[in-house]
T-cell receptor, first 111, second 120 residues
């Protein structure tokens, strides 16, 4: 499995932008970059995903490096409800859709 | 969006008994579902891939006779923890790939709410 690495933790102030990085240097050409977040005692929640181009949705933006070896999840204005563990994973057709979850980044949002 | 539901949300059982956890895709069909376990303060660990109409494929180190998976229909997969012991206490989560738009192996994953198992 292609692996991802993320910082263990990050802090942000409320209403400020947050940039969560992810490295995936062994990504293959068919792997999509996915981001999920998980609140305590809940299942993960989908945030965004992309292949090559930057992506935007109502929750966040995903910036993908030109060589695709890294990506950044951007929360434009962090709220207290955005405090969660954020996971960056790869999903591709070469591994039957299975994905390995790394340790993720615990985002703390300060009021 | 698509919804995946797990039942029960939490369960307490005695050591040596078996516990069944259900994972349902409520508004879409899922030929594949994934089962994970998560210990406190740790990440999700993939246990197995559940395949509708065929045997599940287990990750290395996961005992298939201990964790029985049945995917009897396109909307239901079950995980049975047999002869549960305290070390099996964990948070069990299932997910299913969506079917609209993206290919199932590359598109969005929908996760259940999780089932917390406590074995006394």
């Amino acid at each position: 499995d292609a692996k991802t690495t993320q910082p263990n933790s990050m802090e942000s102030n409320e209403e400020e932008p947050v940039h969560l990085p992810c490295n995936h240097s062994t990504i293959s050409g068919t792997d999509y970059i996915h981001w999920y977040r998980q609140l305590p005692s809940q299942g993960p929640e989908y945030v965004i995903h992309g292949l090559t181009s930057n992506v935007n949705n109502r929750m966040a933006s995903l910036a993908i490096a030109e060589d695709r070896k890294s990506s950044t999840l951007i929360l434009h204005r962090a709220t207290l409800r955005d405090a969660a563990v954020y996971y960056c994973i790869l999903r591709g057709g070469t591994n039957a859709g299975k994905s390995t979850f790394g340790d993720g980044t615990t985002l703390t949002v300060k009021p | 969006g698509a919804v995946v539901s797990q039942h029960p949300s939490w369960v307490i059982c005695k050591s040596g008994t078996s516990v069944k956890i259900e994972c349902r895709s409520l508004d879409f069909q899922a030929t594949t579902m994934f089962w994970y376990r998560q210990f406190p303060k740790q990440s999700l660990m993939l246990m197995a891939t559940s395949n509708e109409g065929s045997k599940a494929t287990y990750e290395q180190g996961v005992e298939k006779d201990k964790f029985l998976i049945n995917h009897a229909s396109l909307t239901l997969s079950t995980l049975t923890v047999t002869s549960a012991h305290p070390e099996d206490s964990s948070f069990y989560i299932c997910s299913a790939p969506g079917t609209s738009g993206d290919q199932p192996n590359t598109g969005e994953l929908f996760f259940g709410e999780g089932s917390r198992l406590t074995v006394l």
